[in-house]
């Protein structure tokens, strides 16, 4: 059954016409690498090293396998793995057996692996046993027994019981022998229809659900690859948890070149440095607590990172002062794009870009990709806006949530991003989240400009803007700093530093809190505003 979520045939049929989208999906594109590059190193990870040729082999003996195992068309498979070579190749094993696959970080546990699996009525779990002192095996069994629907716990590696199944046995061509690839055909989905589903991430609530076509997210690789002239001889690193953010260039770019990619198990600055080194990685995608976690590592001249041409820095903003260091520490560009789980990616830099336009903006707008800014009455506005977006990059749609996808998309096709922007010469500038605007007396203070500002600071490491309720304004502004070691800034040496980039008045902190690391969620790729405002409040 044809599930092309929000994409409308007229839609597909235009960016079609236009050459943004074709009919080859990530499944095709893994096939025809087999052929022309069967003895080229294709994925690398800490157990294994695949060419093309058996990287294909592995995917059409898993995608049999799951066959085999009982799974429909459009049956649900839910991924938690620690970063392993499984993890990108399952995403095509879903394409080429026409199953959904649904990769989770693994740092989630009952509760959310509960509702996850509830909600997306997932037949199968594809898991590890113990991995940093947790039972993942245990805690599916565990949920297993209330969730009918869930009939596989499939282990990667050893299995340690039944009624576990083996991945092992099921990529290694057990069942092989029983189907031909006539029968993979039949079921891979096109490249207009979803396969993938990803999770959202937040500092409270539930996850929502978004569906992620072939045709945009090649589409998407396609430009981001552009941008950093991928070729064949890149090596990409994935060095933080496999999943999108700085990582969409190796799922869906690389491939496409293609270039071999590099997975590191579990991140910590030595084995990051040291990979890099080993295997010459030249494109590595980090998010900005990495980076940072490399730039205070003691030792910097230990490891040889001349390798390396450019450095994907997204997930979280990145500081201002945090990416000049980086550049001229490791004398690499580092380059971020702007886009979101539930929109997919929409703009690009350019490597030839000025070190303050690719920090102090996010790019220009990809081909084909519109944008528009409009005010709280739905109005386009020429100053600063809440951004709305529409183009090939889009994905289609949230999963199994209609109501979510009418609140969120338009008829003819705006998404509302929630993030406040503004353009600077043909240049997108992120202003805020609309949820984060602080309002102060009935004028909006937008937190990301004063923080990009504060960042700018040399004594400023890391900077976050928060509401503290004010009986008489309803609201003032709190900046929460981390400062560089050794340096400082006096309150009134931070609003006096404001002051001098001609801002209004009442966008001035009129509080500071400092603190020796900000709070993060998602992975420490998000800043917890909702802690800080918390920690204000305990301050008196």
């Known amino acids: 059954m044809a599930k092309p979520g929000l994409y409308t045939p007229d839609l597909i049929r235009d960016y079609t016409e236009k050459g943004y989208w074709n009919q080859e999906n990530l499944s095709d594109i893994f096939d025809r690498n087999a052929a022309l590059y069967p003895g080229k190193v294709a994925f690398v990870d800490h157990k294994a090293c695949l060419t093309w040729s058996e990287v294909n082999e592995w995917i059409d003996n898993t995608s049999i396998g799951l066959m085999e195992l009982g799974l429909q068309k459009d049956s649900m498979v839910v991924v938690q793995l620690p970063n392993s070579i499984e993890i990108p190749l399952l995403r095509v094993v879903g394409e080429r057996a026409g199953v959904l696959c649904l990769p989770v970080l693994r740092s989630l546990r009952e509760r959310e692996m509960q509702y996850i699996l509830e909600h997306s009525g997932a037949e199968a779990v594809i898991t590890t046993t113990e991995y940093r002192g947790f039972n993942h095996f245990q805690m599916m069994k565990e949920l297993k027994k209330g969730l009918p629907h869930l009939k596989h716990i499939i282990v990667a590696g050893d299995v340690p019981e039944q009624p576990a199944v083996s991945l092992n046995d099921l990529s290694g061509g057990a069942y092989a022998r029983n189907y031909s690839r006539e029968h993979l055909a039949v079921r891979k989905y096109p490249s207009t229809e979803y396969s993938l589903v990803l999770l959202t991430s937040g500092t409270t609530g539930l996850p929502k659900f978004v569906e992620y076509p072939s045709c945009s997210r090649l589409y998407l690789g396609r ?282 008045r009442y966008k001035l902190p009129e509080k500071v809190l400092v603190l020796d690391k900000l709070p993060k969620v998602a992975d420490e790729q998000k800043v917890d505003k909702k802690a800080l405002i918390k920690a204000i409040a305990g301050e008196g």
């Open 223 to 504: 430009a981001y690859a552009e941008s950093i002239n991928l070729s064949q001889d890149d090596i990409v690193g994935i060095l933080g948890p496999a999943f999108i953010g700085p990582n969409t260039t190796a799922y869906y770019g690389a491939p496409q070149v293609p270039a071999k990619t590099v997975m590191l198990q579990h991140f910590d600055v030595e084995s990051a440095l040291d990979l890099i080194q080993k295997e010459k990685i030249t494109v590595a995608g980090l998010v900005p607590t990495q980076l940072a976690m490399i730039l205070n590592y003691p030792d910097p001249g230990k490891f040889d990172t001349g390798s390396l041409r450019v450095i994907i820095c997204t997930g979280s903003p990145l500081p201002f002062s945090m990416a000049l260091e980086a550049e001229k520490r490791l004398k690499t560009p580092i380059i971020n794009f702007y886009g979101s789980v539930d929109a997919g990616g929409s703009t690009v830099h350019s490597l030839s870009d000025d070190v303050r336009i690719r920090h102090l903006t996010v790019g220009k707008p990809i081909k084909g990709v519109e944008f528009k800014l409009i005010d709280d009455s739905g109005q386009v506005t020429g100053g600063v806006g809440e951004i709305c977006v529409r183009g090939p990059t889009m994905v289609s749609g949230y999963f199994k949530d209609p109501e979510l996808n009418a609140a969120s998309w338009s008829g003819d096709g705006w998404f509302k991003t929630g993030d406040y922007g503004k353009w600077d010469d043909g240049r997108l500038v992120i202003v805020g989240r609309k949820k984060d605007v602080i309002i102060r007396g009935g004028q909006n203070i937008f937190p990301a400009e004063i923080e990009n500002l504060l960042l700018t600071n040399p004594a400023v490491k890391e900077a976050a803007l928060v509401p503290f309720p004010d009986p008489v304004m309803g609201e003032r502004a709190c900046a929460c700093i981390v400062f560089n070691t050794g340096m400082r800034l006096t309150f009134e040496e931070m609003t006096d530093f404001l002051k001098t980039k001609g801002i209004a």
